[in-house]
């Protein structure tokens, strides 16, 4: 499996963004996902999570309320919709399988204040 995100950029404090995560080169569809995130000079962290149908999400407390994570099956993707940005969002977001066993290359978020 190929997970590729995209959608970073830079944006103000109190802003949105979205991420996406595009997978090929598997059933994406039997895949649950997860969002992580790295801060410079920070461990990598986790963000968020959803099961394999979108029925089942989970977040990190750090941004529960503010980030969403949603997924599309027929289009092998799924997003990481967040909102009321702070600058301690700043970080590569990275895209992974369930279990860990595939991630993708990540897409740099950057919060101004």
């Known amino acids: 499996v190929q997970l590729q995100a995209y959608g970073g950029g830079l944006v103000q404090a109190g802003g949105s963004l979205r991420l996406s995560c595009a997978a090929s080169?598997?059933?994406?569809?039997?895949?649950?996902m997860n969002w992580f995130r790295q801060a410079p000079g920070k461990e990598r962290e986790f963000v968020g999570h959803i099961n394999w149908n979108g029925g089942s999400t989970n977040y990190a407390d750090s941004v529960k309320g503010r980030f969403t994570i949603s997924r599309d099956n027929a289009k092998n993707t799924v997003y990481l919709q967040m909102n009321s940005l702070k600058p301690e969002d700043t970080a590569v977001y990275y895209c992974?399988?369930?279990?860990?066993?595939?991630w993708g290359k990540g897409t740099l978020v950057t919060v101004s204040s």
């Open positions: 080169g598997g059933t994406f569809s039997t895949y649950a």
């Open positions: 992974a399988t369930g279990g860990l066993q595939y």
